[in-house]
């Protein structure tokens, strides 16, 4: 259970780098009670289309 005061605000690297290694974002949500993506870094994952690598892991965690 994550520590209820616990936040991070995250950039495009470690979103694309954590799909790489694990094929999911779940290790954000066990270790932070509120993970922030701001909307310029959400744009920027989404600017490869449909077929971008990461999009399917970072939409499913949205």
């Known amino acids: 259970m994550p520590d209820q ?3 991070v605000v995250v950039n ?3 979103l694309i780098a954590l ?3 694990t094929g999911n974002l779940d290790v954000l949500r066990y270790l932070y009670s509120k993970v922030v ?3 310029e870094v959400a744009k920027e994952i989404r600017a490869g289309g449909r077929d971008a690598f990461g999009i399917e892991v970072f939409e499913q965690a949205s």
Do not use: D
């Open 12 to 14: 495009t690297t470690p």
């Open 37 to 39: 993506v701001p909307y």
């Open 19 to 21: 799909t790489a290694a």
């Open 5 to 7: 005061t616990k936040v």
